[in-house]
Each structure stands twice: as structure tokens, then as C-alpha cells.
């Protein structure tokens, strides 16, 4: 406001970054802005100049004509007429005679933008492959980005964008939030779970696709009743899509019929939608009842998701090498006085356990199990687990009364004969 007697000048942009630097708050006052799309710092300025000046003194000592040429296509390049690949195209014959000039023109690369020679970091990386240990902290989450990083060129910024959006800092999560999906380790019944959502998933999105083709068609339908020409512009583009997807091979055919002779077609096309909706959706009723089964097989299952990691751990540690290495150590060890025996010593302090675990293995058999099948995991836990762990002892009369015959083919024939001393068939 002229004459405002003592008002405050307006207040820009630029003043709130510098009022944002000096109070160490985060704000995105153009400081993005005025560090990559606004005027260069007088040092960056004096790099390219002095860059400028080798490539200069370079071509003027080995050939002023080429030098020309160079200037050319640079001004070729500030024209638009180049863009910044098609330069360096041509600037890598120019440049091509020493060893010396590859690196002048490595450098120059980075200053027109391609910055791919310069920097580890490739444009539109995921943000978890950055590397934010040396970078800046603003807060708790905010990071500035690595000095090397491409920022990628926006077009259709407007004043107020470039005042307000900030290029310089992103968020990163931290803490319990730093976690990676892509590395989480599924188990086999989650992945059952997650195909079968997966495919309850496709098969709505086919349903409602279908259903709302179905919804859009019928309104042109009335107007052709009305003896009025349909009006197309109510079909949207997945529109179509549903309806090649119904033709399969012929569907792109369809659907330019739909548009050259729409009165025509879409009395054809409607009938043939509502049949694959009533097959789809009896079809969805049949799958319900199996993606139930999958979920109550593999629900509770799903749940171990450690049980991977369990079993790699027990498969590495019950191989025949661990076992051997295990052997030599416990030697080693008593050789050098630590242990006292050179065997393998383990102390089983709570015997119970191995009693929790034949009622789970009884339990479990006496459901999956015959009841034969049953009766020997029985027996192989009483009489060979439980005496060789020695949690108790077998009865010698026992032993004595599995003891085989000496000739036991001899003893099976006697036993078999009748009084008449005919065998038994």
C-alpha cells in the first residue's frame, strides 16, 4: 500500500527462508526453489567458468576450428534445439582424443543435467536405496537429500508452487516405522491367504467392472427407445475395457462397432454382459465356499512367522558337518584343560518337557493317525525316546521277552503244524 505510514514491506518468500534458516524450523519457504531452479551460487558460477577456461585453452592449443564447433552446440543447446542426450552425443567425438578431455567432459555432463557419470544414484530410486547417514537432520523425520542426488525436473509448476513445495527434504521413517515390506519373509500358509485374497480381489473388481458397464449401457438403451441417437460420452475408457475383456480376441471389434453403430451393437453387447454377470457371480458363490476351507486351513498356521527361520536354523545345525565340527571342538577344548571330558555334554535340567511333548505328539496322531499308526508313534516314544534321553529304564524280563528265537524259521514251522502233521495253509 503507497503512504501506508510505516507499514511493513511485503513480505516474500525469500525473507521467510532466510527467517526459516536462522530459527532452525523446518518450512518449505523456497529454499528448494532458490537452490535448484532459481540463480547459481557465485562459486558454482566460478566452477563452470573455470571449467569453461580448461576446455577453452585445451581446443585452442590442439585445433581453434574445433572449439568453434564446441561453442556451436552450445549455443545449439541453449536454443532447445539440442537436448541435453543429443549434446552429448555430439560433444563425445569432440572430446574423444585424450584421456584428459573425457574427464573435462564427464564434468561438463554434470552441469547440463546428466548427471548419471557423476553420481551413484539413478533417477526415480525408491527411496529406501538412499543413503541418509551423512545427510542433514530437520526434526525427526525429515532428511535433506544427498547433495548428489537428481532432483527430476518438474514442468508444470506454477509461482506459487515453487514458493511453497520443497524439493530439498523428504521424510524417512524411523524408529519402529523403519521397516521394510519387501523383505518380510512370508511362510507358505501366508501365501495361501494372500493369493486367495488376491484372487477374491480380481474377481470383484471383474464383477463390479462388468456391473457398472451394465449401468452405463442401459441408460442408451431408453434412448433408443426414444428414437434418440445414444450418447456415448457416458462410457468411459475401463468401460470399454470391460467389454474386450468379455470378447476376448474380438473385443477391440466390438467395441468399434459399439462406436460406428452404437443402436446396433449395444442391443448385442448388453444381453451378453448380464449373461457373465450371473456366471461370474455364480461363480464367486462356488469360490466362497473353498477360499473358507483355505482360510480355516491356513489361518491359525499363518500365524508361526518365524517358523521359517526355525526350521533353517535346525536344518543348518542337524547336518552331518555342524555335528563333526561340534565333535572337534568339544576335543580342542578338553586338550586344552577348559572341559574335562572330550565328549559332548548336555545337562537336561527339566525333564517335563519331553512329557509335554509325547501328549502333543500322542494328541496329534490320535487325530491325523489309524489307530495302528497311532499305537507305533506311541511306542517309539516310550520305549526308544523317553530310555535313550534317560528319563526311565527298561525292564530286563522285557527285553528278555522280545528276544527272538535262535531259529526262528525252524519254530515258526512247529508252531504251525496240526496234530495230524499237516502245515497250516
Known sequence: LPGGGGLPGPYTSKDQGFQSKQSGEFTGGGKSSQKHKGEKK????????????????????????????????LSLYVQEVFTAS??????????????????????????????????????????????????????????????????????????????????????????????????????????????????????DMLIETNASTIRAIEPLLDDDRGRGKPDLKSLKAFHFQAIERVYGDHGQEIVDHIKRAPLVAINVVLPRLRQKDE??????????????????????????????????LDKKGLTAKTFISEMKEA???????????????????????????FEVVSHAAAANLLEGAEARVRKFF????????GLKTRDIEEMKSRTKPSNPKKGKDESTKNEDGTNES
Open 42 to 73: 557465485p562459486e558454482e558460477l566460478s566452477k563452470e567458468a573455470l571449467l569453461l577456461e580448461k576446455v577453452k585453452d585445451k581446443f585452442m592449443a590442439k585445433n581453434p576450428a574445433v572449439y568453434g564447433d564446441f561453442l556451436k552446440c
Open 86 to 203: 543429443e549434446l552429448a552425443v555430439v560433444l563425445d567425438d569432440m572430446f574423444s582424443w585424450s584421456s584428459e578431455m573425457k574427464t573435462l567432459l564427464e564434468e561438463l555432463k554434470g552441469y547440463i543435467g546428466l548427471r548419471e557419470s557423476l553420481t551413484k544414484y539413478s533417477k526415480n530410486i525408491p527411496m529406501s536405496a538412499i543413503d541418509f547417514s551423512n545427510c542433514e537432520h530437520m526434526g525427526t523425520s525429515y532428511r535433506s537429500l544427498p547433495s548428489d542426488y537428481p532432483i527430476p525436473v518438474c514442468s508444470g509448476r506454477t509461482e506459487l508452487c515453487e514458493v511453497v513445495l520443497c524439493d530439498e527434504y523428504v521424510s524417512v521413517p524411523s524408529g519402529s516405522e523403519d521397516y521394510s515390506y519387501s523383505n518380510y519373509r512370508k511362510n507358505q500358509y501366508e501365501e495361501s491367504l494372500f493369493k486367495c485374497e488376491d484372487d477374491r480381489f480380481e474377481l
Open 279 to 312: 456366471e461370474w457371480r455364480k461363480a464367486r458363490r462356488d469360490m466362497n465356499k473353498i477360499w473358507r476351507d483355505v482360510y480355516k486351513d491356513n489361518y491359525h498356521k499363518s500365524l508361526d512367522h518365524r517358523s521359517f527361520y526355525f526350521k533353517q
Open 331 to 357: 576335543r580342542e577344548a578338553c586338550e586344552k584343560g577348559s572341559q574335562p571330558s572330550p565328549f559332548l555334554l548336555f545337562e537336561m535340567s527339566r525333564q517335563d518337557i519331553h512329557y509335554d511333548i
Open 382 to 389: 516310550q520305549v526308544f525316546l523317553h530310555v535313550f534321553f
